[in-house]
């Protein structure tokens, strides 16, 4: 098992839709998750951290992690086309300082 | 400041050349890392230093060589390269930190290399 399984897409909603991205991951000693937008071309943003289980809001962003399933997503409300972009969730394996990444979802908000 | 910068943005070299790439942070970061990254995957780590100690080389090939002058600097020395290594390479950086609670990485723009 990949220790970063990433809904791979690509994902298509309409513009004011939710878009709603997932991650699993394998090793329950992980304790920081993010996410990352990358647009095309472009280098890797961060757009959100997690630490504790629940919800994190952030504007349009939440960020949603459960340890005990080992699972954590990422909900846009309100996509907008400016949205559209390929979406990384990372974690650390363990306690290591480097970030193993998911394949990364395309999404694209449809105007 | 939350900036990392890199240069060159694009670069184009042939096998026999010999080029480095720089990355640039000014956050107090004390740890700095090569990714390499290509079309429709996920970066791909290549060198981790933490407090301009190499730390982590994730088996590149000797034709890849870093270098971290100081805490603010890292280089990526090239050589003999060979077109498969034609990618996006991306520098990052993050904040010192233990128990992995304090791992954001902030990348650089990252630049474009193609070997001919």
């Known amino acids: 098992q990949k220790e970063v399984e990433q809904n791979s897409g690509p994902l298509s909603v309409p513009e004011g839709a939710i878009a709603s991205l997932n991650c699993t991951y394998s090793?329950?000693?992980?304790?920081?998750f993010f996410w990352y937008r990358q647009y095309s071309g472009k280098s890797p943003e961060l757009i959100m951290s997690i630490y504790s289980n629940g919800d994190k809001e952030d504007g349009r962003f939440t960020a949603q992690l459960n340890k005990a399933s080992q699972y954590v997503s990422l909900l846009i409300r309100d996509s907008q086309p400016s949205d559209s972009a390929t979406y990384l969730c990372a974690l650390p394996p363990g306690s290591a300082r480097q970030l193993t990444f998911g394949s990364g979802t395309q999404l694209t908000v449809l105007p | 400041d939350t900036e990392v910068t890199q240069t060159p943005k694009h670069l184009v070299m042939g096998m026999t050349n010999k080029k480095s790439l720089k990355c640039e942070q000014h956050?107090?970061?004390?740890?700095m890392y090569w990714y390499k990254q290509k079309a429709k995957k996920p970066p791909e780590l290549m060198f981790v230093?933490?407090?301009?100690?190499?730390?982590i080389n994730e088996s590149v090939p000797s034709r890849f060589s870093p270098e971290c002058p100081n805490s603010s600097l890292l280089n990526l020395h090239l050589h003999a390269l060979q077109p498969e290594d034609s990618a996006l390479y991306l520098c990052?950086?993050?904040?010192?930190?233990?128990?992995?609670?304090?791992?954001?990485?902030?990348f650089g723009p990252g630049t474009r290399l193609t070997v001919l």
């Open positions: 990052a950086s993050s904040a010192p930190g233990g128990g992995g609670l304090y791992n954001e990485q902030f």
């Open positions: 090793d329950r000693v992980s304790q920081s």
């Open positions: 956050m107090g970061h004390r740890a």
């Open positions: 230093y933490s407090y301009e100690k190499l730390s």
